[in-house]
């Protein structure tokens, strides 16, 4: 049986992953959810959310079982778990994004998002970013529309409700990352057709410049986890029962 390390994106928390969790876990698999510094019920203060920190907190938790995980990272925590896979990748089995950034080693999300597949996603055009150091908001509406827009109101009131204000440090912060050894390590992605958050567009290019082991295409949009939850763990659920073979550069 596998082991899965689910990481959130912007905004989010562990709570995210409570319609995928149980199924994953009925298959008999291990499953550990973790909330970023600042997302969730963590209440990191703002100059401590960093890039760095919040790899930390996913190697932490890799660290926390002796079995290799398949890392999962959704949206920003794409970012994150990039970082972490290259800061402990002896810990991973595999890397899975989720409708997620996949960034070279000095990238950014930021400068991702100034890709021109990018343009005319619904998150760049409603973000607010105010403070010192900076804190990006988005308004419930703007994130109806732009996250949850194949959701029903139920569920977008739902996650809406849990959602917080996101540290911008993060974003701005390029990935320090071997690419060597991320290379060694097989990746997969669950492309959102859907999407106004995070372009197919701009999935499809960073799918182009990081080759996958296969690509999943979910008729979703932001939040697959909500929208098209059987579809997500079923392609989890797949990419447990293929056999991984790693070796760190």
């Known amino acids: 049986m596998a082991r899965f390390v689910l990481v959130h994106g912007a905004f989010g928390g562990a709570w995210c992953w409570e319609p995928v969790t149980g199924p994953l876990e009925e298959a008999g698999h291990t499953v550990d959810t973790l909330d970023l510094p600042g997302g969730g019920t963590d209440h990191t203060p703002v100059a401590g959310i960093t890039l760095a920190s919040c790899a930390k907190r996913v190697c932490d938790v890799l660290a926390s079982r002796p079995e290799r995980a398949m890392l999962v990272g959704y949206s920003m925590g794409g970012v994150v ?3 972490a896979a ?12 989720v409708a997620a950034f996949m960034p070279a080693n000095g990238q950014s999300l930021l400068d991702m998002t100034h890709l021109p597949e990018a343009e005319g996603d619904l998150i760049q055009a409603n973000i607010v970013i105010q403070g010192e150091p900076p804190v990006a908001t ?7 529309a732009a996250v949850y827009n194949d959701c029903t109101s139920e569920q977008t009131a739902w996650a809406v409700a849990r959602r917080r204000p996101q540290a911008v440090a993060p974003y701005v912060t390029p990935v320090e990352v071997d690419e060597a050894t991320l290379a060694s390590i097989p990746r997969y992605f669950m492309l959102t057709a859907r999407d106004q958050a995070m372009m197919p567009a701009l999935q499809r290019r960073m799918i182009r410049e990081h080759p996958c082991e296969r690509v999943f295409e ?11 939850t059987d579809e997500l763990v079923q392609a989890l659920l797949e990419i447990a029962g293929e056999p991984v073979e790693m070796s760190v550069a």
Do not use: I
């Not at 290259?86 to 595999?94: G, I, T, W």
């Open 86 to 97: 290259s800061n402990c990748p002896e810990h991973v089995a595999s890397l899975v994004f």
């Open 138 to 144: 988005l308004s419930a509406e703007a994130t109806a």
């Open 81 to 83: 778990v990039t970082q």
């Open 218 to 228: 979910l008729d979703a949009d932001h939040a697959p986890f909500l929208s098209a």
